[in-house]
């Protein structure tokens, strides 16, 4: 007499119960793979803040009142900023309306398109006269980052944090510009919110910048509300 056919309910049984397959290699790598992004993914979500910047070198020194006139005269106003040539030369005339007699050292020389100065010292006022956006692109085109200042006029300070060209900090006390010269050694540190003059080797507290501060690393208004998302990207209108 034949045997009886397993039943249905003891080969499931002992499908399940038969032990389970060794991985195989390429399933090992693909595994690992996971882990690895995975691990990745979670370090750049724990990765510390970006540190404020620091900016280092060769000061100039102006006084109180400088107007935006002395910043870029009115002539040079038909320059468009946006033009990466005309850009250039709107550094090349930054602080062109300063008067000789009292500022014997050029700010941009003779010739050139950019300054050797990467931070400006400056009294009290800094940026009074007319409302031109011009006046902080232009030092910004001229390869300045920092404007440390007694006090600004608020037209200027709104479109140096606009345009993102160059930082506009204020210093906690009086006095530092006549302290400075021109060609003095400095650091701007904005993480610890000081001003150091290297060659006198003074130290100067400023103000922090406060939310204007990632305004201007971004680059301007319009390029921060494009990176936090308030308005459409470029790559995506």
């Given at each position: 007499m034949a045997a009886a056919a397993p039943s249905a309910t003891a080969v499931s049984t002992a499908a399940l119960l038969a032990p389970n397959p060794a991985p195989t290699s390429a399933f090992l790598r693909r595994t690992q793979l996971t882990r690895h992004r995975l691990h990745s993914l979670?370090?750049?979500?724990?990765?510390?803040?970006?540190?404020?910047?620091?900016?280092?070198?060769?000061?100039?020194?102006?006084?109180?009142?400088?107007?935006?006139?002395?910043?870029?005269?009115?002539?040079?106003?038909?320059?468009?900023?946006?033009?990466?040539?005309?850009?250039?030369k709107l550094g090349s005339f930054a602080f062109a309306g300063l008067p000789s007699a009292a500022y014997p050292t050029p700010f941009v020389a003779p010739g050139e398109e950019s300054s050797r100065y990467a931070v400006i010292v400056g009294g009290a006022n800094f940026g009074c006269g007319s409302s031109r956006e011009h006046a902080p692109v232009a030092l910004g085109a001229a390869g300045t980052r920092a404007v440390v200042a007694e006090g600004y006029a608020r037209i200027f300070f709104r479109n140096s944090v606009a345009t993102g060209e160059v930082y506009p900090l204020e210093l906690t006390d009086a006095g530092a510009w006549k302290e400075c010269k021109t060609g003095d050694v400095v650091t701007v540190d904005l993480g610890n919110s000081v001003f150091i003059n290297h060659t006198s080797g003074k130290e100067y507290k400023l103000k922090p910048i406060g939310d204007a501060?990632?305004?201007?690393?971004?680059?301007?208004?319009?390029?921060?509300?494009?990176?936090?998302?308030?308005?459409?990207?470029?790559?995506?209108?």
């Open positions: 979670k370090c750049r979500r724990a990765a510390a803040p970006r540190r404020p910047p620091l900016f280092h070198g060769e000061c100039f020194v102006v006084g109180d009142n400088i107007d935006t006139d002395q910043i870029i005269p009115a002539e040079h106003l038909t320059l468009v900023p946006s033009k990466p040539d005309e850009y250039r501060g990632p305004v201007i690393e971004a680059g301007g208004i319009f390029a921060y509300a494009r990176k936090t998302g308030m308005i459409a990207s470029k790559a995506s209108a």
